[in-house]
């Protein structure tokens, strides 16, 4: 993968809970997982299944020529216009714009309506 940076995105929109799971993917949940007082819940080779956020709102990611993401918490490269997300595109030189829209855009945003991301 070429780790190029090439521009800078702000997820300014993703899907609120119950608008569909266009920004969710797949994980499971384990037994090592829980904390020790939960553990007796599940068992050794037992899991639960869920789905998390692959973007969250006002995230800055730094973007390579192909559009993925180089730095993200999912290395291997996120690419948000795969994902059901509205992102602006900044220049490498407009980083300081870049975090003041993403602060912007968390500011203004109820985090009630969106999952959580672990």
């Known amino acids: 993968m070429d780790s190029q940076l090439v521009e800078i995105a702000v997820i300014t929109k993703v899907p609120k809970i119950g608008e569909g799971d266009g920004n969710l993917y797949n994980a499971v949940f ?58 602006e595109v900044f220049a490498v030189d407009q980083a300081e714009a870049a975090i003041r829209r993403a602060l912007e855009v968390r500011q203004s945003a109820n985090p009630d309506d969106y999952p959580r991301q672990v």
Do not use: A, C, M
């Open 30 to 87: 384990t037994r090592k997982d829980l904390e020790d007082e939960y553990k007796d819940l599940l068992s050794d080779t037992s899991f639960i299944p869920i789905q998390l956020p692959v973007f969250k709102l006002g995230e800055i990611l730094l973007l390579d020529h192909n559009d993925r993401d180089i730095f993200g918490i999912h290395s291997g490269g996120r690419k948000p216009s795969k994902w059901d997300v509205t992102y």
